[in-house]
């Protein structure tokens, strides 16, 4: 296992120089970056070429990996919103004034040093950084290989901001791109205080399975919509087709589609805009019937056992029918990832038993799952979707990157 020791030291030791930055500075930096990464776009996109030359552009991953001007001018749009946010570091979140006079204040304090693990998504470079730094986190990334290049280009730029700025640059760190320094990451005991796992679900469950360090699980996502006998047609069409062909790739999108059988006669209507992008459906026999001749033949085959619970990354889609909102629930419950699930429904009773009964971390009604997004919930850009319950859940922004700690003070008090 390579010995990355000194580069993990070098970062727990700038983590404790973000402490003694006032929020000024920091939003500075994060500014700073954000006008650079336009300004120097056309070197970003030059290396992003480089790995996207060595990726078949058939692989649903190839548009996770793309950048191009415009998702790099977003990026920079989303480090402006970071920093115009307030810091959540000293948040004062309780206090209590004991009977003896000792005061206990419980206050947010960073984690310290972060660990990301993440795929062929180099925007996530940008994201990890600007969501730390604002929360006086040191990052410790490693990119997967298949981004190699532009991970390279991205912190490079961000370590020039932070030298001029007369910051230290091991606040942000890219480890090299092989599996030796994925294996030492979650083995720095001591140096990483948490590790972030970003991307497929056997990423997630490789971290898990191999850290010694507190892991929080984000990304993989089985996400599905139940269209309800109560559902609207003219709210479902747009909302199932947003969900799946949105971004293919991106771990909100609709992965299988459940169907009232007393709503069958309308399948047809609610799938017909899918095959516009050749979305394959992979329909249990119930709904297969209902759609055989009113969906292309090439798009259509029976679903097997391996069709549900398959996030699919893909322009590919599971189609379930069932008898009763029960068995809806049933069925997530069986196969969701408990990232998002939603509802078509204009039954408020209907809606009210999808939302206390599926459990995921988020739960939609008449709403797309393409929202599940920390910028689309108002955080600035996140660091990932929690798909577990301890700490964190959900979209994980600023507030979610700290931990807390009590302040306690007295006056020479001391315990009988």
């Known amino acids: 296992m390579k010995n990355l020791n000194e580069t993990f030291e070098k970062a727990l030791a700038a983590s404790r120089t973000l402490n003694l930055l ?25 290396e992003n070429r480089k790995d996207l030359a060595r990726m078949d552009p058939q692989n649903p991953i190839y548009d996770r990996l793309m950048l191009t001007r415009e998702r790099i001018e977003g990026i920079a ?5 970071v920093a115009s946010l307030r810091s959540p570091v000293g948040e004062e979140l309780a206090q209590t004034a004991r009977p003896n006079g000792m005061t206990i204040r419980k206050v947010r304090v960073p984690f310290g040093v972060i660990g ?43 370590r020039n901001v932070l ?9 942000a760190t890219l480890l090299p791109a092989d599996r030796e320094a994925t294996a030492a990451l979650l083995n720095a005991h ?72 007393g709503r069958l006669d309308d399948l047809p209507a609610l799938c017909e805009k899918l095959a516009t992008k050749d979305v394959v459906i992979y329909a249990d026999p119930r709904s297969y019937e209902a759609l055989k001749g009113k969906y292309p033949d090439t798009l259509l ?3 097997v056992a391996e069709s549900f619970g398959t996030e699919f990354m893909d322009y590919k889609m599971a189609l379930k029918t069932v008898d009763s909102i029960d068995e809806a629930v049933a069925h997530v419950t069986h196969y969701s990832s408990k990232h998002s699930e939603a509802i078509v429904t204009e039954d408020s009773a209907a809606a009210t038993q999808y939302q206390l009964s599926v459990d995921a971390a988020c739960v939609y009604v008449n709403v797309s799952t393409a929202f599940t997004d920390g910028a689309q919930f108002g955080m600035g850009a996140e660091i990932g979707i929690s798909t577990q319950k301890l700490h964190a859940r959900g979209p994980m922004a600023l507030a979610e990157l700290c931990s807390y700690k009590y302040l306690i003070e007295g006056n020479g008090q001391t315990r009988p």
């Open 77 to 81: 749009a989303d480090m402006r919103n």
């Open 163 to 171: 030298r001029s700025e007369g910051i230290d640059e091991n606040v």
């Open 116 to 158: 990301v693990i993440y795929e062929a998504r180099p925007n996530v470079t940008f994201d990890v950084f600007a969501l730390c730094f604002k929360s006086s986190n040191t990052c410790v990334l490693k990119g997967g290989s298949d981004a190699k290049d532009s991970n390279e280009a991205i912190i490079g730029l961000i």
């Open 301 to 303: 085959a029976p679903a």
């Open 190 to 261: 001591g140096y990483v205080d948490l590790i972030i796992p970003r991307g497929s679900s056997s990423l997630i469950n490789f971290v898990r399975e191999n850290a010694k360090i507190p892991v929080i699980e984000t990304g993989a996502g089985i996400c599905h919509t139940y269209f309800d006998r109560a559902g609207d047609l003219g709210k479902g069409v747009p909302i199932v087709f947003n969900a799946k062909t949105r971004r293919v790739s991106v771990c909100n999108a609709l992965d299988c589609l459940i169907v009232h059988a």
């Open 22 to 46: 006032s929020e000024e500075q920091i939003n500075r930096v994060l500014l700073a970056v954000a006008d650079a990464a336009v300004a120097d776009a056309d070197r970003i996109l030059a």
